[in-house]
């Protein structure tokens, strides 16, 4: 019997192997020094080609996974910009200059074939260092304490596991970081993240009992060394989650470090269904020679749809943004004639040098109209991440311009912009305006026709 099984076997082999012959194709064994697959990790987080988001200043280290890992005969990674982030021959990223920068990492097999991938590194400012400059309001600071930039918080934590987290764009927020982020689209200014030099737990419980014992007794959490210089503004929004019906004690700390005297000082908070507690009287308390206005909270399931409350809330106590000055210009866009203004930076001046442009320029998701230009601006700008309705804007990575003039259900970008000036006439023209138009941009006082030839004087007014 057992012979018989033995020879059957060796039959359905000597088959099996002559129909492979007549198909075309011969059946081996995988190589055991073939690199069959790769994958890359941050710490413990995947980002196999995904972006991943990094502070000027700090590293972290790719950790890299192949199978079989005994056919690896050596790893190389090469950063695409370098003066944006460099990577070691050991796989360490360091962030150096704000940008994006990809990563690729190549992996040689023992049988001397390549298997390779990649990740995009974000580099980001520092909150910690100081605050974040926005071009337009610079007498307005946005100081914030989130659980998020203070919690060592596990890898894919997301707003399902934990209501102190909102997720926008594949990118984490913590709640109330996330609203001070809309207040400064809506309001300009500076944001500064307050963070204390111990991190809180992970467990809400745990973090309620030390906020407990802070409270009573009396205990002001150490913050991080910043170099915030707060004689700067006039107007310092404070943000932060309700802990315990008040402000958490790192707010307290940050209002005793620095001097809020007559200053106009604005609460803002997010809670979870009880509103803002005592938190508002504790803040004037703390500030007794500064205008404290009102202030708006917002409960932390209502985040994300927050926009409308934020904006009448900040007309209610008569904030708004105040753009950078600029000079007067022209929008030419089908047989409209738009008022507009280029404002006076480095970036937005290259321009400027350069009217009239022509534009050959396409509507993209109801809100923009951008198109590509075919001259390479040196001078840099701090980008951002959203938009104004109006705002002419410039984008690096895809070399385009942009003309904004509607907010959507999706007002978070993709790639960064840098606002050179904006329209100021009705922007509802955009609505008329064909899905692909030649916008030119023009001083106000020109009298050049446009570059397709076509004369623009006594066109209609938008």
Request: with cysteine; net charge positive; proline share 3%.
């Amino acid at each position: 019997m057992r012979k018989r099984m033995v020879t059957f076997i060796w039959a359905l082999l000597f088959v099996l192997s002559m129909t492979a012959l007549t198909a075309g194709f011969t059946v081996c064994a995988t190589s055991k020094k073939a690199v069959q697959s790769v994958s890359v990790r941050i710490d413990h987080k995947s980002v196999a080609k995904k972006t991943y988001t990094l502070e000027r200043g700090k590293s972290k280290n790719l950790k890299v996974s192949v199978l079989p890992n005994k056919a690896v005969k050596s790893i190389q990674y090469v950063s695409k910009n370098t003066q944006v982030a460099s990577v070691s021959s050991k796989g360490k990223v360091t962030a150096k200059k704000k940008g994006t920068s990809k990563i690729q990492i190549s992996v040689t097999g023992k049988n001397n074939k390549k298997k390779s991938t990649w990740v995009k590194v974000r580099v980001i400012e520092s909150e910690a260092e100081g605050p974040q400059p926005n071009s337009g309001t610079s007498n307005i600071l946005i100081a914030y304490f989130s659980r998020v930039g203070n919690t060592e918080y596990a890898d894919g934590i997301d707003a399902t596991t934990s209501a102190s987290v909102v997720v926008d764009q594949a990118q984490q927020y913590g709640t109330t970081e996330y609203i001070a982020r809309m207040i400064q689209r809506k309001a300009g200014g500076d944001l500064h993240r307050i963070e204390t030099k111990e991190t809180y737990p992970t467990d809400f419980d745990e973090v309620v009992d030390q906020n407990h014992d802070e409270m009573n007794n009396g205990i002001l959490p150490e913050l991080k060394h910043s170099s915030l210089d707060i004689s700067k503004y006039d107007t310092v929004f404070i943000g932060y989650p309700v802990w315990a019906t008040d402000a958490p004690q790192a707010v307290l700390s940050f209002l005793k470090a620095y001097d809020l005297s007559g200053k106009k000082v604005i609460p803002f908070c997010t809670h979870d269904g009880y509103g803002a507690g005592s938190s508002y009287r504790t803040i004037k308390n703390e500030c007794p020679q500064a205008d404290v206005l009102e202030g708006i909270a917002i409960e932390a399931k209502n985040v994300s749809n927050a926009e409308k409350s934020i904006t009448d809330w900040l007309a209610s106590i008569q904030i708004q943004k105040t753009e950078t000055s600029g000079t007067a210009i022209q929008i030419l866009a089908g047989s409209h004639v738009l008022d507009g203004v280029i404002y006076d930076t480095a970036l937005a001046k290259e321009f400027k040098e350069r009217f009239p442009i022509t534009v050959s320029m396409g509507r993209y998701g109801g809100r923009e109209y951008y198109g590509g230009i075919d001259f390479t601006p040196s001078a840099g700008g701090n980008g951002k991440l959203s938009f104004e309705n109006g705002d002419i804007t410039y984008c690096r990575t895809n070399h385009t311009m942009a003309i904004f003039y509607a907010q959507t259900d999706r007002p978070n970008l993709t790639m960064e912009v840098v606002s050179i000036g904006k329209v100021t006439s009705n922007l509802s023209i955009f609505d008329t305006l064909s899905s692909s138009e030649r916008i030119t941009f023009r001083l106000l006082d020109t009298t050049d026709t446009g570059t397709d030839g076509s004369a623009t004087e006594g066109a209609q007014t938008g």
